[in-house]
């Protein structure tokens, strides 16, 4: 008897594509692979990948009715992860819809389910980052991106999937395979290049002083190859019993200063940072 098809989508992504070549060095090459590669350059993080087929979103649904049986699971990282993106039926439609229907049919044949939540989803932070499910009601997403990925997480508990489902909030994923993704490149890309070429990195003046110096901003940065191990652990058959929603993060926050100083140290050149006003608008 073969091995199960796991279906990927979003799999050209950063995360999706780390996680192929994870699943690759296991020996794991029925792979269903799902993503809009259009006229961009994503395909190439897809090279030197083992996997059955890659597909269109849009023939995704056709594809499982026809081969539904051999699924295995579904991992689906694919959504607009663009924080800045100001279409809120398009982001309602590609991120909230379509994973409510790729969940109810996972679910409604049981198959395992995995769907990429995000840390958006908490905001300012004010409520704390419990990744506690009878805490979601408390949440205020700053931009449409995280509520549309909040949404899914409150329609999970509501019909029940979160008690058969896993919700992984990712926090500031970087590294590898990102170089597709234009302005919403990881900070840590994006600095990286400024030290490179210029030697020096700008950062924002703190909006708070009375709380935290220029640059003493904190976030929890996530290398993408300690974000695909935590991921992949899902799907391993001893997990399956697991549910609920997981944060993909270090657990600890690091400053804005102190990436940027170690940017600095490995490309072996003394600090040089430069704090600027935050634009008004």
């Known amino acids: 008897m073969s091995r199960p098809v796991f279906v990927i989508t ?21 792979l269903l692979l799902v993503d809009d590669l259009k006229s961009g350059e994503k395909w190439k993080n897809l090279v030197q990948k083992d996997f059955l087929d890659l597909i269109p979103r849009n023939r995704l649904f056709e594809w ?4 539904g049986d051999e699924v295995g699971g579904v991992l689906h990282l694919g959504a ?8 809120a039926d398009y982001l309602m439609e590609n991120n909230v819809r379509f994973t409510w229907q790729l969940a109810e049919w996972a679910l409604g044949v049981n198959k395992r389910f995995i769907y990429a939540s995000s840390a958006a989803t908490y ?25 549309s990925k909040h949404l899914v997480d409150l329609w999970m508990q509501r019909e ?12 500031n994923v970087f590294g590898p395979n990102e170089y597709h993704k234009g302005k919403m490149r990881s900070m840590v890309l994006k600095m990286a290049e400024k030290v490179k070429n210029s030697g020096k990195i700008e950062l ?4 708070d002083p009375a709380h935290f110096a220029d640059g003493e901003q904190c976030r929890d940065f996530i290398y993408v190859k300690d974000a695909v191990q935590m991921t992949c652990a899902f799907l391993e058959p001893e997990n399956f019993p697991l549910s609920g929603i997981y944060n993909i993060g270090r ?13 600095f140290d490995s490309f072996h050149l003394p600090p040089q940072i430069e704090y600027m006003e935050m634009p008004k608008e």
């Open 10 to 30: 979003g799999a050209a992504g950063m995360i999706g594509s780390c996680v192929v070549k994870h699943l690759n060095s296991l020996k794991i090459n029925r």
């Open 160 to 171: 029940g999937g979160l008690r058969r489902a896993i919700a992984l909030k990712y926090f």
């Open 204 to 207: 924002f003046k703190s909006n």
């Open 251 to 263: 657990g600890e926050a690091a400053t804005w200063n102190q990436l940027a100083k170690a940017l």
């Open 64 to 67: 499982l009715r026809s081969n």
């Open 80 to 87: 607009c992860s663009d924080t800045t993106e100001q279409d």
């Open 123 to 147: 905001g300012d932070g004010s409520s704390g980052f419990h990744d506690d499910e009878t805490r979601l009601q408390e949440l205020a997403p700053l931009n449409m991106y995280g509520f």
